[in-house]
């Protein structure tokens, strides 16, 4: 997705002020559960996590109680400016930066893993090589990447006449606010064997878990090719 048009939707949905953006808030601790029941055994006890198109914070807070330090990454200033609002309150120890999760601001070999939950969607086909590679940049050697989603072909399921380009993978639809207010909110269409297939070309692919009978968790590690 653009990044112009990832900010305004982004704010957009942050002046809402949902308590799903809250990490305070039991509805968005709930949202997060699967992070205390699939994480722990991938956390690094002495090093940093990362969470890539972090938001508000809520799986960088989640994250963080189970014993890690984290690093949350956005592009919208407003997004961040909110998870530093509740990490204040919070006494929390996550750092939270704006910028672009296919170009970071990081080291090489900064990370113990790195965390995309549920954002595939809005990265192009693309796009998501770029990640590949920015990640496995930026991870330690035997770091994992956990990636949540979707499967695409169950999203369509259930949508009456979806409109995808199935060039380019582009799916088009609207994002509507409580305010009734709507915009227009471009997403990809990603199946598991495809996003399998495109970070096992930088990782080695570990294990998949249904999370919630919706959502689907896949875990890779990085490996240095032996020269």
């Not at 409580?178 to 471009?186: E, F, Q």
């Amino acid at each position: 997705m653009q990044k112009r048009i990832a900010q305004k939707i982004t704010k957009a949905i942050v002046e809402t002020g949902h308590p799903l953006l809250d990490f305070r808030s039991q509805e968005a601790r709930e949202k997060t559960t699967w992070i205390k029941k699939f994480l722990k055994p991938y956390i690094p006890k002495n090093g940093l996590s990362l969470d890539l198109g972090c938001g508000t914070g809520k799986q960088s807070f989640a994250i963080e109680e189970l014993g890690a330090q984290v690093v949350g990454i956005d592009c919208s200033e407003e997004a961040i400016a909110f998870a530093n609002n509740i990490k204040e309150e919070l006494s929390s120890k996550c750092s939270f930066v704006v910028g672009d999760y296919t170009s970071t601001p990081f080291s090489e070999e900064t990370f113990g893993v790195a965390v995309f939950p549920n954002n595939i969607i809005e990265c192009s086909y693309d796009e998501a090589e770029k990640l590949s590679k920015e990640v496995r940049r930026i991870l330690k050697n035997f770091g994992f990447f956990v990636l949540t989603m979707e499967d695409g072909v169950k999203k369509i399921a259930n949508e009456k006449n979806p409109e995808i380009n199935f060039k380019n993978g582009a799916y088009t639809g609207k994002l509507r606010m409580p305010d009734g207010k709507s915009y227009n909110y471009p997403t990809y269409f990603w199946t598991i064997p495809f996003v399998k297939y495109i970070f096992k070309k930088q990782f080695k692919f570990i294990e998949e878990k249904d999370i919630d009978g919706k959502c689907t968790i896949l875990i890779f590690q990085k490996i240095l090719s032996k020269k």
